[in-house]
């Protein structure tokens, strides 16, 4: 049996942000249940899998809504200090990375800042869009100006997409489709804007498996060959870019996925995600024995202990 597991993706909520949400009349807002956190629930699931620790991030919705930007900044410091009181209470079982109040940027600086150095968030959670504004987004260089500075670990989460049409079966349960699709969408963004190799100290997770970067890195870099020098797409190396991201295994792992993600990445860019409290207790152990299975074959087993747990030990020790 492997010794220990860390997982780098999962989730909390509070009463005020469920409440928040409702009043927004968002509870719905991806088609998918809102569920209640608790961390009896959470410990109990992480000593049954063997979990030594767990990263806490908010989800989606983001608590953000038009016209309501102090409400917004005041929900974000909310759970950002009752994450910050889970882990003092926990210290060896819970991290947690910071909600921010974009697309308020001035707030989302003052925000990062007071989480990092204050609260000692262990990194910083990012929707794939916030409200529309997208990560890559020229009007965020001063935020990641100050996360590059303090060497931070960002999860992007995927949001809904704004707009988003109507009436599809996939704007419905927006988990199935739309999360992975507005990830991906994000993750080009980050690289073809140049985010990521001119903010290097920054470490970037991308969810899900990869999501669908993997299916399309290789369209994406043979596209790149034509705009580029048409001058329609920044003079990027989209390999190095790449090759600086982590991904986690959020989500339900299978054998083609994982296979597909090596293909972009390396062994030691990847960490377990369990997915709780979105993914339930009985779903989140069977994916874990099936991943476990995985890394049981031959050409995974030297791999195992770096994916379970080694990779997230040394990023986040650094940090």
Known sequence: MISKIIDVHSHFTTKEYLNLIARHGASLEDGFPLPQWNAQDHLALMDECNIEWTLLSVSSPQPYFAGFNDESVK????????????????????????????????????????????????????????????????????????????????????????????????????????????????????????????????????????????????????????????????????????????????GNPAPHLLDWLLTVTAPDKIMYGADFSFTTSELIKNNLNKLLLMLDREDLSPCKELILYKNAEELFSIH
């Open 75 to 250: 929900m974000c410091r909310h759970l950002n200090e009752s994450m910050a009181e889970v882990k003092a209470k926990y210290p060896k079982r819970f991290k947690f990375q910071a909600c921010l109040p974009l697309p308020n940027i001035a707030a989302a600086i003052n925000e990062a800042i007071y989480a990092l150095d204050v609260l000692k968030a262990d990194g910083i959670k990012f929707a794939s869009n916030s409200r529309g504004l997208y990560l890559g987004a020229k009007e965020l260089d001063p935020l990641m100006a100050e996360l590059n500075q303090r060497t931070s670990v960002c999860n992007i989460h995927p949001h809904r997409p704004d707009p988003i049409k109507e009436g599809i079966f996939s704007s419905g349960p927006v988990p199935l489709y739309e999360f992975l699709a507005d990830t991906t969408r994000a993750v080009l963004n980050l690289i073809s804007n140049g985010v990521i190799l001119r903010y290097p100290k920054i470490s970037w997770i991308v969810p899900h498996c990869g999501s669908f970067l993997p299916n399309i890195y290789d369209r994406f870099t043979g596209l790149s060959k034509i705009l580029i020098p048409k001058g329609l797409m920044q003079d990027i190396d989209i390999r190095q870019s790449v090759a600086k991201l982590y991904f986690d295994l959020s």
